[in-house]
């Protein structure tokens, strides 16, 4: 899965990683390399979240390519 992940400094000098496409799917890091790696786990935490929310839901999800 390839996702777009915003990465900015603030004021502080802290990273901050964000991913457009999961809403609340957020994190920061001290360094750049950090916040990656932190958004990488919050990605599947949020995915596992997802899942387990759709697991009982009787509608189908199917991919498309346009």
Do not use: F
Not at 1 to 24: I, N
Not at 33 to 38: G, L, M, T, V
């Amino acid at each position: 899965m390839k996702l777009h992940v915003v990465v900015e400094q603030d004021e502080a000098g802290y990273y901050s990683a964000e991913v457009p496409a999961l809403p609340g799917c957020l994190t920061q890091g001290k360094t750049r390399e950090e916040a990656i790696a932190n958004v990488k786990e919050a990605i599947e935490g949020w995915l596992e979240v997802m899942e387990a929310k759709c697991a009982g839901d009787a509608r189908q999800t199917i991919e498309v390519v346009v």
